[in-house]
């Protein structure tokens, strides 16, 4: 009987912990809405390099699951996921990790 409820007292409490460690991932998240601009621009990050122009700042990182077109204005819900601490990312790589969550609007723009 001590050993089941010392097996049932660990579950219960490996649970516990697991929805914490959830919760402070989450913590880091962010949906945000986006509009991408059509055309890429020239940009220096590592080296010289295409960034997207999105809400009309140059943008360095990429959007895992986004496809860039060309000549398109896109309104976009995508999710930030924070990656490092300030104190622990790497001089060359962003805090931040994103994702296209969903495309919400896509207007073809004349030149």
Do not use: H, W
């Given at each position: 009987?001590?050993k089941s409820f010392a097996v049932l007292l660990t579950v219960l409490l490996a649970g516990c912990s697991a929805g914490e460690q959830q919760d402070s991932m989450s913590a880091g998240t ?82």
């Amino acid at each position: 009987m001590k050993k089941s409820f010392a097996v049932l007292l660990t579950v219960l409490l490996a649970g516990c912990s697991a929805g914490e460690q959830q919760d402070s991932m989450s913590a880091g998240t962010e949906v945000m809405t986006v509009t991408v601009g059509p055309q890429q621009a020239d940009c220096v990050g590592v080296g010289p390099m295409k960034c997207l122009v999105v809400d009309g700042q140059l943008f360095y990182d990429r959007i895992s699951g986004f496809e860039f077109e060309p000549g398109y204005q896109q309104t976009l819900q995508i999710e930030r996921r924070q990656r490092f601490t300030p104190d622990n990312a790497p001089a060359d790589a962003s805090l931040y990790q994103y994702r296209l969550l969903q495309v919400l609007g896509k207007q073809k723009v004349m030149p």
